[in-house]
């Protein structure tokens, strides 16, 4: 099954700006917007965001995500050594009736 | 404590078949959607199956439809998916993943590998 489009890794400075993109289609972030997930090495997921910036209790406000057509993004402020981490994203596809993943974005703080 | 606890991974040979299982405690599983979702190694994740609240509705992803079968049983709070016809391509982690608007929890994993 077709998925969502992530760039494979970005690098960032401390205390900086990262923006990370995931694009789909209008079946899938296009319609219902998309999830973002974190994974440290060794650890399950954990979720960020979901329908593009809704975000679970205990998440950080350094953390928001936005949609422009069919592209969702994430952008994290004032960067973290413990943002280092990969980061995933997904949606349904109303389409494939099955949900898909990007193939994730490795974040390097520098 | 709100958590699910997945069982049931370990090796097996090629065109062997495996049923992992996913214990949840701490809330209403009976009210949920539940997903199975896995991680070959060094790979991203790859949505493998889920199940609507009342163990009727079901759906499988391309790559596992006809060799996997995803159910569960609410009264004793656990979810399964029955694996056969494994495949090397089958190898990787299987994580057990509530839906509450999203993923909100998620298991710690149970390994599979299909090697001879």
Redesign the interface.
Known sequence: ?AGLTQPPSVSKGLRQTATLTCTGNSNNVGNQGA?W?QQHQGH????LS??NN?R?SGISERLSASRSGSTSSLTITGLQPEDEADY?C?AWDSSL????????TKLTVL | EVQLVESGGGLVQPGGSLRLSCAASGFSFSNYWMHWVRQAPGKGLMWVAHIHSDGVTTSHADSVRGRFTISRDNAKNTLYVQMNSLRAEDTAVYYCVREEESFDLWGQGTLVTVSS
């Open positions: 099954q999830t997930l399950p997921p954990r979720l979901y329908r809704n679970p995933y997904s009736t099955a949900w898909v993943f990007g193939g994730g």
